[in-house]
Nanobody
Framework: QVQLVESGGGLVQAGGSLRLSCAASGRTFSSYVMGWFRQVPGKEREFVAATNWSGGRTYYGDSVKGRFTISRDNAKNTVYLQMNSLKPEDTAVYYC???????????????????WGQGTQVTVSS
């Protein structure tokens, strides 16, 4: 089992950048596929990005490709989401998620990730 805590959210102007962090507890962090999702009120949770155990394989949602980068540091039990060229439509609560396994491509459903953080708010002003 793994516990996840996100940080780094905040208010930023359109075109700006933020980096989210997700710190994980547990000795087997490197065993998990790590993902980021986001959600706005009244809408389903949307897949943002995922990375495999080494960080060597990544997968992105269409709406963030080319702007967001997911990475991980297994020595620090931390996964990151670097968000550049932010848009007002990126405003959401961002969640970190973890799931066992090795497949990253297409792993976009929240049901693929049993473990979740509490979320961090990102607000992009126009």
């Amino acid at each position: 089992q793994v516990q996840l805590v996100e940080s780094g959210g905040g208010l930023v102007q359109a075109g700006g950048s933020l980096r989210l962090s997700c710190a994980a507890s547990g000795r087997t962090f490197s065993s998990y596929v790590m993902g980021w999702f986001r959600q706005v009120p009244g809408k389903e949770r949307e897949f943002v990005a995922a990375t495999n155990w080494s960080g060597g394989r990544t997968y992105y949602g269409d709406s963030v490709k080319g702007r967001f980068t997911i990475s991980r540091d297994n020595a620090k039990n931390t996964v990151y989401l670097q968000m550049n060229s932010l848009k007002p439509e990126d405003t959401a609560v961002y969640y970190c998620a973890a799931g066992l396994g090795t497949i990253v491509t297409g792993r976009t459903s929240p049901s693929n990730y049993p473990y979740w953080g509490q979320g961090t708010q990102v607000t992009v002003s126009s």
